[in-house]
Each structure stands twice: as structure tokens, then as C-alpha cells.
């Protein structure tokens, strides 16, 4: 059976690209058949000892030190940008120049000055290629059936929610400060890293922000710089406490925060409505519950309360190797949603949250943060979809 192969460029062997490297050198065990075929992988990093890693690893039919060369590659249909988010503004407008298809870490640029930009080159240049911004959050088993749920109407009417994305990776006074704690390398703090997620999620599932009240507060003001050793003062936020109203009407409160002691990983949420209830917490993400008020009340509550779905590896066809049954892995998540956005490239569908969807959340986190500094609910004003 022929099928399209795609070439792919991954920029940036840090976490992300090395998450990504694994997605696509393993597409083809987790779904056979498929649409398309990954005929090769390539990557860039500035770092020196990174290539000599990635060289060793046998994996990239070429690594490069310079971004351009994957681009002005003939052979590369599929640029992945996994670099720190200031530099993602130069990568995604040389691509989209080249009428690359692009697959962009979150947040999609440092500031919506760079978002604005992005959207400008995009409308300007008539580009059509395929994007997407990787929220993988979307792919677990659990999230794609609440989506599924909350099509068909399972809760009605939604009320508010309430959700967050909790770390306690920052707690530490002595931790020194990275990159996605700098300002001037990120463009923000807990609201951009964590926020973006959680944001994603509840935008998702009950549609498009309205307005935000935020506030943001950093509780460690010095660090050690990371690369310097330096003691630099913090200027990046370690929570955002966000209420927001959506267009739809429904309501909510979320958290972003990498000073939630005790917790390792959790993104949650708790969806009310007027026929039911929905709430999934990252720590145990074989399972979604489900609460209906159409079960019996009676007598001594009937059979009311919630239940939990049996989620695992249960994704939407060709998935499920090794087994639906067996228990869900954060990282699968990531290779689903990178297989989703290639089938989509294959397959001519549009891929979702695409760059536009990232655009449209960078506003919501700006507006979050012009929130925390007036004290203010801020509305959100969506660009308009400049797809043709």
C-alpha cells in the first residue's frame, strides 16, 4: 500500500524535542496502517554536545546548527518548533514563508505583539499549509471522551467549572532560574507555561473566553541564574488565579501555579451543568467521571453519585496498541497528538488547536496579565480566522 511520506525538521533538542523524536519513531508500532509514512526525521540545535547526543542516537538523517537549513530543505514537509518561545516568532514566519507545514510548542510566541505578527504573515502570505499547536492535553482518552460528551449535550446546560494545572516544581528558594522563569527567554511565567494548558482545556471544552480576571503574585522575588550563577531579580509570575466568563455564558475559576507543595503533576477540572457534571484530574487519567441527574434520586439517593469511565488507551481508530486495556502514559498523549496533526496533513483535514486557535489563546493570556496589572476584568477580543 503507497502511502504519502513526510520529512520532518524538529528545532530544539530539549525536553520537547526529544518528546516529539520519540513520537514519530514510534507512530508506526501505535498505528498500522497509517495515512502516511514519517520517512525521516532531522534536527537543529545550537548546543554542541546536544548534536554529538542526537548524532549518537541514529535517529535524524541529518543534525544542523542552523534552523534555516531544515527549512530550505526541499526534502522537509514538517517543521516541529521546540525552541525557548522567544525565538519561536523568527522560526514560524520563516516557515510559514517557505509553505511549511508547522507543528508549534505552546505558547505559539513570547508576546502577542509577536502573536500579531505571526497572524499578519500568515493573512499576508495566503499561506496554506496545515498547523497545529501542541496541546497534547486533548489526546488523553479521558479529555477526547469529554469532549465527546459535552457534543452530544451529556451536561446540558453548563453553570461554571472550576480547574488548574498544579506543580510544585518551584518551590525550592534555591532552584536556579530557567528559561520559562525569565521574562526576556519565555514572555511570562506560570500564566504562559501552565495556563496555556488548563486555558487550552476549558476553551475547548465550553468555547471561546469572553473576559478574564486575573491575578498573578511571584513569591520568591531573587534566584540564581542559571547560566550565570548570578542573583537576578524574578520577573515572571509563580500563580495566576484566573475567573472567567465564556461567550456561551458558563463561568469558572482556574489555577496556574508551580508552588502547589505536594503535587506532582495535575492538571484538573470540574464541568457543572444543568444535566450532569464531568471532572478529570491528569493524575489518574485512565479514568473520567461522569455525575447524571437523570440517574434515579430515589429511595435514599438512588443510584445518583459519580461514576467513573474506564478511559485507559481506548483512542479514536487506529489506536490502541499494545492493548486498549492497558493503563494510559503521559507521553502517549504526545505522540497522538503529533499523529493526529500528520494524518490531518495527509488526509487534507484541519488540524486542531491550530496556529490561529494558539493566536487566539495568546490573547486570552495577554488579557490575563493586562488583568493582574489594572486590578480589572479585561475583555478578550479574538482576532479574525485569516484561513482562506
Same mark, same amino acid.
Given at each position: 500500500m503507497?502511502?504519502?511520506?513526510?520529512g520532518?525538521?524538529?528545532?530544539?533538542?530539549?525536553f520537547?524535542g526529544?518528546?516529539?523524536? #520519540?513520537?514519530?519513531?514510534?507512530i508506526?508500532?501505535?498505528?498500522?496502517p497509517?495515512?502516511? +509514512?514519517?520517512k525521516?526525521i532531522?534536527?537543529c540545535?545550537?548546543?554542541?554536545?546536544?548534536r554529538?547526543?542526537?548524532?549518537?542516537?541514529?535517529?535524524y538523517?541529518?543534525v544542523?546548527?542552523?534552523?534555516?537549513?531544515?527549512?530550505?530543505?526541499? %526534502?522537509? $514537509?514538517?517543521?516541529?518548533?521546540?525552541?525557548?518561545? +522567544?525565538?519561536?516568532?523568527e522560526?514560524?514566519?520563516?516557515?510559514?514563508?517557505a509553505?511549511?507545514? *508547522? #507543528?508549534?510548542?505552546?505558547?505559539?510566541v513570547a508576546?502577542?505583539?509577536?502573536?500579531?505578527? *505571526?497572524f499578519?504573515?500568515?493573512?499576508?502570505?495566503?499561506?496554506? &499549509?496545515?498547523?497545529q499547536?501542541?496541546? @497534547? #492535553?486533548?489526546?488523553?482518552?479521558?479529555t477526547?471522551?469529554?469532549?465527546?460528551?459535552?457534543?452530544? &449535550?451529556f451536561?446540558?446546560?453548563?453553570?461554571?467549572?472550576?480547574?488548574g494545572?498544579?506543580?510544585s516544581?518551584?518551590i525550592d528558594?534555591?532552584?536556579?532560574?530557567?528559561?520559562?522563569?525569565?521574562?526576556?527567554?519565555?514572555?511570562? =511565567?506560570?500564566?504562559?507555561?501552565m =495556563?496555556?494548558h488548563t486555558?487550552?482545556m476549558m476553551?475547548?471544552?465550553?468555547?471561546?473566553?469572553?473576559?478574564?480576571? /486575573?491575578?498573578?503574585?511571584?513569591?520568591?522575588?531573587?534566584?540564581?541564574?542559571?547560566g550565570?550563577? %548570578?542573583?537576578?531579580?524574578?520577573?515572571t509570575?509563580?500563580?495566576?488565579?484566573m475567573?472567567?466568563?465564556?461567550?456561551?455564558?458558563?463561568?469558572?475559576?482556574?489555577?496556574?501555579?508551580?508552588?502547589a507543595?505536594?503535587?506532582?503533576?495535575?492538571? +484538573?477540572f470540574?464541568?457543572? =451543568?444543568?444535566?450532569? /457534571?464531568?471532572?478529570?484530574?491528569?493524575?489518574?487519567?485512565n479514568?473520567?467521571?461522569?455525575?447524571d441527574?437523570?440517574?434515579?434520586? $430515589?429511595?435514599?439517593?438512588?443510584?445518583?453519585?459519580?461514576?467513573?469511565?474506564?478511559?485507559?488507551?481506548q483512542? $479514536?481508530?487506529?489506536?490502541?496498541?499494545?492493548?486498549?486495556?492497558?493503563?494510559?502514559?503521559?507521553? +502517549?498523549?504526545?505522540?497522538?497528538?503529533?499523529?493526529?496533526?500528520?494524518?490531518?496533513?495527509?488526509?487534507?483535514k484541519?488540524?486542531?488547536?491550530s496556529?490561529?486557535? =494558539?493566536?487566539?489563546l @495568546?490573547? *486570552?493570556?495577554a488579557a490575563g #496579565?493586562q488583568?493582574?496589572?489594572?486590578?480589572?476584568?479585561?475583555?478578550?477580543d479574538?482576532?479574525?480566522?485569516?484561513?482562506?
Amino acid at each position: 500500500m503507497n502511502v504519502p511520506e513526510l520529512g520532518v525538521g524538529i528545532i530544539g533538542f530539549g525536553f520537547m524535542g526529544r518528546t516529539h523524536t #520519540y513520537g514519530l519513531v514510534n507512530i508506526p508500532l501505535f498505528y498500522s496502517p497509517a495515512s502516511f +509514512r514519517v520517512k525521516h526525521i532531522s534536527l537543529c540545535t545550537p548546543v554542541p554536545a546536544e548534536r554529538d547526543t542526537a548524532e549518537s542516537l541514529g535517529y535524524y538523517r541529518k543534525v544542523v546548527d542552523d534552523y534555516r537549513q531544515l527549512i530550505d530543505d526541499p %526534502e522537509i $514537509q514538517v517543521i516541529a518548533v521546540s525552541s525557548p518561545n +522567544r525565538f519561536h516568532k523568527e522560526q514560524l514566519i520563516a516557515a510559514i514563508q517557505a509553505g511549511k507545514h *508547522v #507543528y508549534c510548542d505552546k505558547p505559539v510566541v513570547a508576546s502577542l505583539e509577536d502573536a500579531d505578527e *505571526v497572524f499578519h504573515v500568515m493573512r499576508e502570505s495566503g499561506y496554506r &499549509g496545515k498547523s497545529q499547536v501542541v496541546l @497534547q #492535553y486533548r489526546h488523553f482518552p479521558a479529555t477526547l471522551r469529554a469532549k465527546q460528551l459535552m457534543e452530544e &449535550g451529556f451536561v446540558g446546560r453548563v453553570f461554571h467549572y472550576r480547574g488548574g494545572y498544579l506543580h510544585s516544581s518551584n518551590i525550592d528558594p534555591d532552584k536556579p532560574l530557567n528559561w520559562k522563569s525569565d521574562k526576556s527567554q519565555g514572555g511570562g =511565567g506560570s500564566l504562559f507555561d501552565m =495556563g496555556a494548558h488548563t486555558l487550552d482545556m476549558m476553551t475547548h471544552l465550553l468555547g471561546d473566553v469572553a473576559a478574564i480576571n /486575573a491575578l498573578c503574585e511571584t513569591f520568591i522575588k531573587e534566584r540564581k541564574h542559571k547560566g550565570t550563577g %548570578e542573583v537576578v531579580p524574578v520577573d515572571t509570575d509563580d500563580v495566576a488565579l484566573m475567573m472567567l466568563r465564556h461567550k456561551s455564558g458558563a463561568v469558572g475559576l482556574l489555577e496556574a501555579t508551580k508552588f502547589a507543595t505536594g503535587i506532582c503533576d495535575e492538571l +484538573r477540572f470540574e464541568i457543572h =451543568g444543568e444535566l450532569g /457534571a464531568l471532572r478529570f484530574n491528569l493524575m489518574e487519567p485512565n479514568w473520567l467521571e461522569i455525575y447524571d441527574v437523570r440517574d434515579e434520586k $430515589q429511595p435514599h439517593g438512588g443510584r445518583r453519585g459519580f461514576k467513573r469511565i474506564e478511559c485507559v488507551q481506548q483512542f $479514536q481508530e487506529p489506536g490502541g496498541f499494545p492493548n486498549p486495556k492497558f493503563s494510559i502514559g503521559w507521553i +502517549r498523549s504526545h505522540m497522538h497528538c503529533m499523529y493526529s496533526f500528520l494524518e490531518c496533513i495527509t488526509l487534507d483535514k484541519a488540524p486542531s488547536p491550530s496556529l490561529e486557535e =494558539g493566536i487566539r489563546l @495568546q490573547r *486570552v493570556m495577554a488579557a490575563g #496579565y493586562q488583568s493582574a496589572e489594572t486590578g480589572r476584568w479585561v475583555e478578550v477580543d479574538a482576532p479574525t480566522p485569516c484561513a482562506p
